[in-house]
């Protein structure tokens, strides 16, 4: 199978040209009703499209949360789909907020279903869990580097919850979180300008400079905007990781809409935030 050119080197460029935020797509019923859309297949249509038509064109990573068009079956995993071929057709790179993790013979459909060129649901990269051992990814790893797509493993999440599983110590001292941090440094090890395989680490997590977060490739930091983050807190969490982190809104975006200019200027405020953190955290 002939890839694309690796999804880290992709995502480095957008995030160069178009700035690294990422605007996630969840359509919450609670968010339908307050565009005055209705909690159905329509009103998913219509919400999806606008996101897509507002900020497809500017934002360098959109991210469809998979659960609210799986709410509504069958057709609304068609929406996904179209979801994800606008987007991409309007220059994003495609995060799908799937979040899976199998054994290996499971995992390895699931990565078909989203990394396989030929799927319906093709996107540039994928969420998946590593909590069921993170060998049990090598399906999924193995075939992004085959179609120059990429993962984003769940490492340190935002929610308060996360820390049971991920702060737990091992035998060798290590966190669970830590060990996925490691686990990512070794595959992407050697790539330039940015590797493939990316850490899901919340912006709402504080302090976290006794992690190795430079691991070479990017991080996803969902937890700004609803979840309480700003794009201030960025430089004190993530230290010099900062350059390689792609900040995450969805509520804090979509709550604008459903006017495509307003939700264009919200991005584009978070965008601008972020700019400044960056530049003078
Ligand atoms: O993988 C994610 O995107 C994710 C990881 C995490 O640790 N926390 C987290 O909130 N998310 C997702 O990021 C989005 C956050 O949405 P808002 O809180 O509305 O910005 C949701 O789609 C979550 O599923």
């Known amino acids: 199978m002939t890839g694309l050119e690796p999804f880290g080197a992709r995502l480095r460029r957008a ?38 038509e507002a900020v497809a064109d500017r934002v360098a990573v959109l991210k469809p949360q998979s659960a609210f068009f799986e709410r509504f079956g069958s057709r609304g995993v068609a929406v996904l789909e179209r979801t994800v071929q606008e ?9 799908m907020d799937a ?31 590593p ?17 120059g797509t990429g993962l984003f493993v769940l490492a340190l999440t935002s929610n308060p919850e996360g820390g049971e599983v991920q702060h737990a110590v ?12 490691g686990h990512l440094a070794a595959e992407n090890a050697g790539e330039e300008p940015l590797g493939s395989f990316g850490a899901v680490v919340g912006a709402t997590l504080g302090d976290l400079s006794s992690y190795e977060l430079d691991m070479g490739g990017p991080i996803l930091a969902p937890g700004i905007g609803a979840q ?25 975006v979509l709550r604008h809409g459903p006017d495509a200019v307003a939700l264009r200027d919200a991005a584009e405020r978070f965008a601008d935030g972020i700019r400044t953190a960056v530049t003078t955290g």
Do not use: Q
């Open 15 to 52: 995030m160069d040209e178009r700035g690294p935020l990422c605007v996630g797509i969840d359509p919450h019923a609670s968010l339908l009703a307050e565009w005055g859309l209705n909690d159905d297949v329509g009103g998913l249509e219509r919400f999806s499209r606008t996101v897509v």
């Open 87 to 95: 987007a991409r057709a309007a220059g994003a790179l495609v995060l």
């Open 99 to 129: 979040k899976r993790g199998d054994i290996g013979s499971t995992m390895a459909a699931y990565a078909e279903s989203f990394l396989h060129k030929d799927a319906p649901l093709f996107s540039d990269a994928l969420t998946v869990s």
């Open 131 to 147: 909590y069921l051992g993170y060998g049990s990814l090598s399906p999924a790893v193995a075939l992004a580097r085959e179609t």
């Open 170 to 181: 091992r035998a060798d001292g290590r966190s669970v979180g830590a060990t996925m941090l």
């Open 228 to 252: 309480g983050a700003t794009a201030a807190d960025l430089p004190a969490v993530f230290g010099g990781a900062v350059r390689n982190v792609v900040p995450s809104v969805s509520r804090g």
